[in-house]
Nanobody, 125 residues
Framework: QVQLVESGGGSVQAGGSLRLSCAAS????????MGWFRQAPGKEREGVAT??????????YYGASVKGRFTISLDNAKNTVYLQMNSLKPEDTALYYC????????????????WGQGTQVTVSS
């Protein structure tokens, strides 16, 4: 059974940083993407960043609104995916979800099979 557990959310002022972690169990990374998504109140869930490992290489994909500010990484030994968020803005405020089982490069949440419970990120101005 696949289980994804997020941590690291919190409240921060604009311009600050946070690092989210997603510990995965019962899941293998090969041939599938893992990633981070977010959902703000009244808005649809959107893709933030995804990571895919295959053929000895790692590929990372970012949503336009976070490119250059957020970095996704994977620690295979710890079965953990991280999202380093820098230069945070109030519009980054959302519930952040870890997801797995999607196709390479996809930032479409509808294409992911497994989800964590989410961790809240609040950025104040």
């Amino acid at each position: 059974q696949v289980q994804l557990v997020e941590s690291g959310g919190g409240s921060v002022q604009a311009g600050g940083s946070l690092r989210l972690s997603c510990a995965a169990s019962g899941y293998t990374y090969s041939s599938n993407c893992m990633g981070w998504f977010r959902q703000a109140p009244g808005k649809e869930r959107e893709g933030v960043a995804t990571i895919f490992t295959g053929g000895g290489a790692t590929y990372k994909y970012y949503g336009a609104s976070v490119k250059g500010r957020f970095t996704i990484s994977l620690d295979n030994a710890k079965n953990t995916v991280y999202l380093q968020m820098n230069s945070l803005k109030p519009e980054d405020t959302a519930l952040y979800y870890c997801a797995a089982g999607g196709p390479e490069g996809s930032l479409d949440p509808r294409r992911y099979n497994y989800w964590g419970q989410g961790t809240q990120v609040t950025v104040s101005s």
